[in-house]
């Protein structure tokens, strides 16, 4: 049974001010305060709703960290070695070559423990390249870009964290039964990922 309309209102409401709040954050402070970021608040948005799709489990962070931030190094590595197949086999092979290498590299990961929340390293593989490429950071190497790019991810890790942790406070205040805490996309995402809690 999932909550009522009545008792999952607040919970959409404090989603609501979260997300508010991080595009003050990405499109006011950071861009004002740290030189030459522009508001990339898409890119919170990204690890924030990974962070439920893969069962919002503290227990699961560290996945969701190296997933994070490998499909980052990923996305440098891939500009880095992509200069270097292009002078072996030219043009138009060398980047589906290099994409190639990546994504082989990064599903082969799924046959680990720590490192295989592959969803994770292919939104932030195609997010890095959206950052670098859509001049979210003018001026900065493609390694500061990547610097950038993975403190707006890790930003939203922690959007998802408190999200989920003041969602069940404020279930725990309102004296919703666990049982009615659900709704039809965590009795699904419990059902898809439930073999990988």
Known sequence: MQPSFNKWLPIALMIGVLAG???????????????????????????????FAGGAKLSRLHKYFFGLTGGIVFGWLTLLVYGWILAYVGDP????????????????????????????????????????????????????????????????????????????KMFDWMRVPKSQRQTVFDRENRGMYGLMQ
Do not use: C, H, Q, R
């Open 21 to 51: 709040f991080s595009v003050w954050l990405t499109v006011g402070w950071l861009s004002v305060n740290i030189a030459g970021w522009l508001g990339a608040v898409w890119a919170l948005f990204i690890s924030w709703g990974l962070y």
């Open 93 to 168: 092979w060398a980047l589906p070559l290099t994409v190639f290498l990546a994504a082989t590299s990064i599903v082969l990961l799924e046959l680990t423990d720590w490192f295989e929340y592959a969803p994770a390293y292919f939104l932030t593989y195609a997010g890095y390249f959206a950052f670098v490429f859509g001049n979210f950071a003018p001026g900065a190497t493609v390694e500061m870009a990547a610097i950038y790019f993975w403190i707006l991810i890790m930003i939203g890790v922690g959007f998802g964290i408190v999200s989920a942790v003041v969602k069940d």
